[in-house]
């Protein structure tokens, strides 16, 4: 089973990512998670300790993959 997480800041942008996302990694093979950080601010502690500096970030067995690049992690930890 692959992990996939999704940390965004809810914006317009993030959530048709999350949407495409969630569409891309509905498999059986995959784990995917959207983390609204707007929501859940709680959450930015572990987005920080798996290496996510700008938002949004994909998180992929570990790996971080930033997307559509436009807030820091730092309005949320």
Known sequence: MIDVI??????????????????AFATPSHRFESVNLDLLEDRALQAKALGV?????????????????????????
């Open 53 to 77: 500096t700008r938002l949004p970030s994909l998180v992929i067995d570990g790996r971080v993959m930033r997307l559509e690049d436009h807030s820091p992690i730092e309005h949320y930890a």
């Open 6 to 23: 999704l940390f965004h800041d809810g914006c317009n942008i993030c959530q048709g990512i999350s949407a495409t996302m969630t569409a």
